[in-house]
C-alpha cells in the first residue's frame, strides 16, 4: 500500500511539473511572437475594420493595401503607432499561449480514441477544443486592442489600454467588453483545428533529419504552411470579428453585432473578396508567426527539461 501510494504521489508530481514547464514554454513563446509580429496584427485590423462603403475623399486614414496602410500611419501617427494595443496582447498572449499548449496535451489524451499514438483526427479536435477554450479567455482583450489599434491619433495622444477599457465598460457595460465572442470562437477554432491537425500529422510522416539546420528548416516550413492554411480557413470569421469589436462605421448605429450576419452582410456589400481583408499581414504574422512559436516552445520545453533532470 505504502509503495503505491508513494508512486501514485511520483505520478502526480511528475504530471504537475510536465504541466509547469508546458505553462513556461508556452508563456515564452506567446511573448516572443507577440512582440515580432504585432505591427502586422495591428495592419491587418486596420485594413478589415474599414469599410467601401464609408470612405470618403482623400481620407488619409483610408488604406489602398499594406505599403499605403504602413506609409498612412507613419506619416499621420509616427513610428510607435505600429506598437498601437500592444499591451493587451502581452497580457493576454502569454497566459494564451500557455494554455494552449497545456490544454493541447490534455485534449490530445482525450481523442485518442483508444489509438497507440496520436492521429491526425486527435491533433485536429484538440486543436479546435483548445481554440474554442482560448477565445473565452482572450476576448475581452481582443476588444480593447481592436479598439485601440484602430485609433487614429498620435501613439503618444492615444487612450491607454486602461482607459479604453473603462470606456467601453462605462458606454455598453459588462457586456461590450466580450462583444464578438462568437466570431473569436470560430476564429480561433479553426485555426488551430488546421494549425495542429495539419503541423504534426506532417511531422510525423516526415523523417528526423539528422543535421540540425535541416531539421530546423524543415519544421519551420511545416509551421509556416500551417499557420497560411489556418488564416486562410478562419479569415472571414476574423473579418467579422474586427467589424463587431471596432468602431462602427455610423457612430450610434450598431450595424455589425452578429457574426453569420456580418459575414452576409459584408459580402453582399463589399464582395467576396472583402471577407479576405488583411489577408496578406495576417500570413505574413501567422506564417512565421506559427513556426517561431513552435520552434521556441520546442525549445525552451527541452532546455527546462533538460535542467530538471
Not at 512582440?35 to 485594413?47: A, E, G, Q, S, V
Not at 477544443?129 to 476576448?139: D, K, M, P, R, Y
Request: one cysteine or more.
Amino acid at each position: 500500500m505504502i509503495e503505491k501510494e508513494q508512486s501514485r504521489i511520483a505520478a502526480v508530481k511528475s504530471y504537475l511539473k510536465e504541466m509547469a514547464i508546458q505553462v513556461v514554454s508556452g508563456g515564452s513563446a506567446g511573448f516572443v511572437e507577440v512582440c515580432i509580429m504585432h505591427p502586422l496584427d495591428l495592419i491587418k485590423t486596420r485594413l478589415q475594420v474599414q469599410s467601401k462603403t464609408v470612405k470618403t475623399v482623400n481620407d488619409p486614414h483610408f488604406y489602398n493595401g499594406i505599403f499605403d496602410c504602413v506609409a498612412k500611419m507613419y506619416r499621420h501617427e509616427g513610428f510607435l503607432a505600429f506598437y498601437k494595443g500592444i499591451l493587451p496582447p502581452i497580457l493576454a498572449e502569454t497566459p494564451k499561449r500557455a494554455i494552449k499548449f497545456m490544454t493541447f496535451e490534455q485534449y490530445k489524451q482525450l481523442f485518442m480514441f483508444g489509438a497507440p499514438s496520436p492521429t491526425p483526427l486527435t491533433y485536429s479536435l484538440a486543436g479546435i477544443s483548445l481554440g474554442i477554450t482560448e477565445a473565452i479567455f482572450v476576448n475581452p482583450f481582443e476588444v480593447v486592442k481592436v479598439s485601440l489599434q484602430s485609433n487614429h491619433a498620435l501613439a503618444k495622444e492615444a487612450p491607454s489600454s486602461w482607459a479604453v477599457t473603462r470606456q467601453i465598460i462605462a458606454a455598453e457595460g459588462i457586456s461590450g467588453i466580450n462583444k464578438g465572442l462568437s466570431a473569436t470562437v470560430a476564429r480561433n477554432g479553426l485555426y488551430n483545428m488546421v494549425y495542429f491537425g495539419f503541423n504534426f500529422s506532417v511531422r510525423g510522416w516526415l523523417p528526423v533529419l539528422e543535421d540540425p539546420l535541416q531539421e530546423f528548416l524543415k519544421k519551420f516550413s511545416v509551421g509556416f504552411t500551417s499557420g497560411v492554411l489556418g488564416s486562410l480557413v478562419n479569415i472571414p470569421f476574423d473579418v467579422a470579428k474586427s467589424r463587431i469589436q471596432g468602431p462602427q462605421p455610423i457612430p450610434g448605429q450598431i450595424k455589425y453585432k452578429n457574426t453569420v450576419k456580418t459575414i452576409i452582410l459584408v459580402y453582399k456589400e463589399e464582395g467576396f473578396l472583402a471577407l479576405y481583408k488583411g489577408f496578406v499581414p495576417k500570413v505574413l504574422r501567422l506564417g512565421p508567426g506559427g513556426a517561431v512559436m513552435l520552434l521556441v516552445y520546442e525549445y525552451v520545453h527541452n532546455r527546462i527539461t533538460a535542467a530538471l533532470k
